[in-house]
């Protein structure tokens, strides 16, 4: 019995194979794995229990605003925010975000947990938001 229940069948992966990935993990859970093998002369039995939890999850958020217009990327990818303007990172992920203001608009700055014109770099411990200003350039007038 694992955890929080019984044990169940996740895959019979090919025969010799010497490795597993379970690609279907929720973030901030326990899971917990025992290995059995087969072949022709019958069933070995299970292995001992090995658990471990995933890391948690954090929402980095991006917010645009202002008279102009523009898009924000992030390092490491996930944010497109144009049209992706919030991304799942693991915790302590830490992820630069770069502005890049339309035509006829400039870069007004950063708001929320950065500040300043240049790069946004934030370390996630929790969900974050970050606003990015854009104004649209105004005509000279004499």
């Known amino acids: 019995m694992g955890l929080t229940g019984t044990y169940g069948?996740?895959?019979?992966?090919?025969?010799?194979?010497?490795?597993?990935?379970?690609?279907s993990l929720a973030a901030s859970t326990t899971y917990c794995?025992?290995?059995?093998?087969?072949?022709?002369a019958g069933d070995s039995g299970y292995s001992n229990e090995a658990c471990a939890t995933t890391s948690a999850e954090f929402a980095l958020t991006v917010v645009r605003s202002g008279t102009g217009s523009g898009s924000v990327s992030s390092?490491?990818?996930?944010?497109?925010?144009?049209?992706?303007?919030?991304?799942?990172?693991?915790?302590?992920?830490?992820?630069?975000?770069?502005?890049?203001p339309a035509a006829g608009s400039t870069f007004a700055g950063w708001s929320g947990a950065c500040s300043g014109k240049s790069t946004c770099t934030v370390s996630l411990t929790a969900d974050t938001t970050v606003t990015a200003s854009f104004r649209r350039r105004g005509n000279a007038r004499k």
């Open 75 to 100: 390092a490491p990818s996930g944010i497109s925010c144009g049209t992706d303007c919030s991304e799942p990172y693991l915790s302590g992920t830490t992820v630069t975000l770069t502005a890049a």
């Open 9 to 23: 069948e996740i895959a019979i992966p090919a025969a010799n194979t010497t490795s597993y990935v379970d690609s």
């Open 33 to 40: 794995y025992r290995v059995g093998a087969f072949n022709g």
